[in-house]
Structures are given as C-alpha cells and as structure tokens.
C-alpha cells in the first residue's frame, strides 16, 4: 500500500514539475533529489554515531588467542572423527 501511494505521489509531483517549464522544473526536480541526498547522508551519520556509542563499550577479543582457540577445536574435532 505504501508503495502505491509513493507512486501515485511521484507521478502527481513529476506532472507538476513539467507544468512549470524546463528551467523551473529542472531546477525543483535536482533541488528535491539534493535534498533527499543531504537527509540520507545526515541519518547515516547519526547511525554510524549511535552505532559507536553501542560498541565503546565492548572489550575486543585478541586474534591470537581467537586463532589459538579454534585451531585447538578444530584439531579435537579431527581426533574425534579418527577414533571414531
């Protein structure tokens, strides 16, 4: 539903636009595209912001002692399957 509606919205805006003439129209139709551009680029920011705030708090694990861990798994998993 919410896809009909955008697109029964563009089409009314984009007739519009041609009613205004080809500078006018140009000018309005980039003006809207900068505008929803700029909006996107902002609401990433405040992701990638709030996102950094989540994970300040986390410690990281070492990849040494990661590499260490499942290579010790790895290797019990291949004993298992010998014995077997």
Avoid: H
């Avoid at 984009?14 to 129209?25: D, E, T, V």
């Avoid at 505008?35 to 990281?60: F, M, P």
């Amino acid at each position: 539903m919410n896809l009909l509606i955008s697109i029964t919205i563009s089409m009314v805006i984009a007739f519009l636009l041609l009613l205004f003439g080809p500078f006018w129209g140009t000018f309005l139709g980039f003006s809207i595209i900068a505008g929803c551009l700029i909006r996107v680029l902002y609401l990433l920011a405040e992701i990638r912001k709030n996102l950094q705030a989540i994970n300040s708090g986390q410690t990281r694990t070492e990849p040494d002692a990661y590499l260490k861990e499942t290579s010790q798994t790895a290797g019990e998993k291949l004993i298992v399957q010998k014995k077997a």
